[in-house]
């Protein structure tokens, strides 16, 4: 069992940035791939980024790339989201999960319902 989660959401500017955290519990933390999903009103969860377990290789989806940085610290059972550039389509709930069973060939890390556990949310709006 895996208890996820996060915080550092709010609102912010078009331009602007914020850094969300991703806080664990339970397994132990260095042993599982994580990723960041998002959710817009009427929309469905959208992946974001993913890393794998020991933080060597990262993930983007192309409509964050350049702007978005995910990392994770195994010693203090956390990961992260740094979010710079912000634009207002990035307004969402942010998701942070565990993929207990990473195949990277296939690229399922892209896949949330391929996910085993998940934190609440943290809701993120940008304004214009």
């Known amino acids: 069992q895996v208890q996820l989660v996060e915080s550092g959401g709010g609102l912010v500017q078009a331009g602007g940035s914020l850094k969300l955290s991703c806080a664990a519990s339970?397994?132990?933390?260095?042993?599982?791939?994580m990723g960041w999903f998002r959710q817009a009103p009427g929309k469905e969860r959208q992946f974001v980024a993913h890393?794998?377990?020991?933080?060597?290789?990262?993930f983007y989806a192309d409509s964050v790339k350049g702007r978005f940085t995910i990392s994770r610290d195994n010693a203090k059972n956390t990961m992260y989201l740094q979010m710079d550039s912000l634009k207002p389509e990035d307004t969402a709930d942010y998701y942070c999960?565990?993929?207990?069973?990473?195949?990277?060939?296939?690229?399922?890390?892209?896949?949330?319902?391929?996910?085993?556990?998940w934190g609440q949310g943290t809701q993120v709006t940008v304004s214009s």
């Open positions: 890393i794998t377990y020991s933080g060597r290789s990262t």
């Open positions: 999960a565990v993929l207990l069973n990473p195949v990277y060939l296939t690229g399922n890390y892209r896949t949330p319902e391929l996910y085993d556990y």
């Open positions: 339970g397994r132990t933390f260095s042993t599982y791939a």
